[in-house]
């Protein structure tokens, strides 16, 4: 019996997106987790009340934002591809956060030009995913919103591991966090670079601090 195929161009995209952005995707995202081993070290992040407030303040005035901006701009201006990159470079507010999205990106790079058949050059993480997506065509207003799901679930799965919190809370606050997304990626895909920006200074504090954190179990 032959099986009619039935996916749609729509389909289609965001399955590629649902592979890039699952946790099987080999950029070593399970070994990162955005300065939360530290804030956790500190008693800053204790309940799931807490890692929801922590990682909303990351998303909405952080580099869960910028993450966005960037990829929007990467996606919207494939010429001015360099700049974006080095501008994605220079928001990193630490080192640690510099090694995570270099290294995460240059780890995308190989998968998705090799599964691809794509040529793009090592970026940094959010810059490189904009950028294969514009390359594939696969929509902006998908890839926005699934890209920063990917990163809320990592640091979700890390919390579960730090706090550590039961993986029905766990589930149940990236479930909350989902309109977030949302919501961050619509206005996101409209805006550029002039737009960047942050005010979670005690993400980024965590972010350096973790640097010289004694006991470590994450590489950020």
Known sequence: MTMANTTTPDTAALLTLAQWLSPAYPVGAFAYSHGLEWAVGAGDV???????????????????????ILLAAAYNAPDDLENTND???????????????????AAFVRTANATHDLTLPELCYPVAVGAAARALGLPLDQTLPLYLHGFAANLTSAAIR???????????????????????????AAQTLDDLGGACILGDIAAMQHETQYTRLFRS
């Open 46 to 68: 204790t309940d799931s009340a807490s890692f929801q407030a922590w990682i909303t303040a990351i998303l909405q005035h952080g580099s869960g934002r910028n993450d966005a």
């Open 87 to 105: 501008t994605a470079r220079a928001f990193a507010a630490s080192r640690e956060r510099l090694m995570e999205t270099e290294l995460q990106g």
């Open 162 to 188: 730090l706090v550590p919190l039961g993986q029905t809370d766990g589930q149940a606050t990236l479930a909350r966090l989902a309109p977030i997304c949302q919501s961050i990626a619509t206005t996101a």
